[in-house]
């Protein structure tokens, strides 16, 4: 039976090179998204995304679905919606004005709004360093998103979406927590992905997301990226970092939060991205935030 490590000293070079393999397939993802959105719309590509990723864990579904808890479909549904459905789009929309490095880095206030609904929604101990944390990584989004003059212009605007996918990402969370504790995280990422099929056939249908694989020169490579990002960036990913939490602990699993921001980060400045010293102080207080409201977990 494999325990949790109690310390970074006492962890294995498998745990290593989970929280690794984890921290390039999140992080890599937003490139990805990039590269799927020359040839789809947001609605499209967050549709082949919940398809294809729900076709993926079919076999395992239909191997698996007699002994799984049907009782708790709904709790399931809300970890699907939220977990992957929602924001799926809400990344798109926001990468078609925002770039893939500040798209990643957004995402990283992803603990920080699980502290926050954790503590308004969740019954999770009021403690004032951690809210401090909470500020700090929500200045740090505030200062990548307002202009000189105080106020939101133009393309920033739509990282406004990745901030609302990051806080979907905050409701996953504490759904898992607080309804699906004592479930197998390889089940909830199976039976999540599945319930959301339907819902991605009716966006795909609404948006006509077969239409660019016949209309435009870049359809069936943008459906490769689509798909390697539901390979890697979603089913793979998910099933690595239940393992990497199994082997060690939630605490040592949150250091991908840390990770995926710098991977996303190099992958931007690799494709021509803009990266100014703006863009890091913004990092630099999201991170710090980070630090903050995880002390002492």
């Known amino acids: 039976m494999n325990r949790p490590a109690s310390d970074s000293g006492s962890i294995s070079l498998q745990a290593w090179l989970l929280l690794l393999a984890v921290s390039l ?9 990039k590269r799927a959105l020359v040839g789809f719309d947001p609605v499209q590509m967050a549709a082949w995304r919940i398809v294809l990723s729900g076709l993926l864990v079919l076999p395992f579904f239909l191997r698996e679905m007699r002994r799984l808890e049907w009782r708790r479909w709904k709790a399931l549904l809300v970890v699907g919606l939220f977990g992957t459905a929602v924001p799926s789009w809400l990344f798109a929309l926001a990468q078609t004005q925002i770039s893939s490095a500040l798209s990643g880095l957004l995402s990283s206030l992803t603990p920080l709004f699980t502290l926050l609904l954790g503590i308004l929604c969740f019954g999770l101990p009021l403690v004032w360093s951690k809210v401090l944390g909470v500020l700090l990584g929500l200045a740090g989004a505030a200062w990548l998103l307002l202009g000189q003059d105080g106020t939101l212009q133009g393309p920033a605007l739509y990282g406004l979406f990745a901030v609302l996918g990051a806080f979907c990402y905050g409701i996953n969370a504490n759904a898992v927590k607080a309804w699906l504790q004592d479930m197998s995280p390889r089940d909830i990422s199976i039976v999540s992905f599945v319930l959301i099929v339907p ?65 996303a980060v190099l992958w931007g400045w690799l494709d021509g991205e803009a990266i ?22």
């Not at 397939?25 to 998204?33: F, H, K, M, R």
């Not at 798909?227 to 949150?254: C, D, E, H, I």
């Not at 100014?276 to 977990?297: D, T, V, Y």
């Open 199 to 263: 819902a991605g056939l009716l966006m795909g249908l609404q948006s006509q997301a077969w239409a660019p694989l016949a209309g435009h020169p870049q359809g069936w490579t943008s459906l490769g990226w689509v798909a390697a990002l539901a390979l890697g960036g979603t089913v793979v990913a998910s099933f690595l970092f239940f393992r990497l939490v199994q082997l060690t602990s939630a605490v040592f699993g949150s250091m991908t939060s840390y990770l995926v921001p710098v991977v």
């Open 25 to 33: 397939l999140w992080g890599s993802s937003y490139i990805l998204i």
């Open 276 to 297: 100014s010293l703006h863009f890091f102080a913004g990092m630099a207080l999201i991170l710090a935030g980070l630090w903050l409201s995880q002390k002492n977990n």
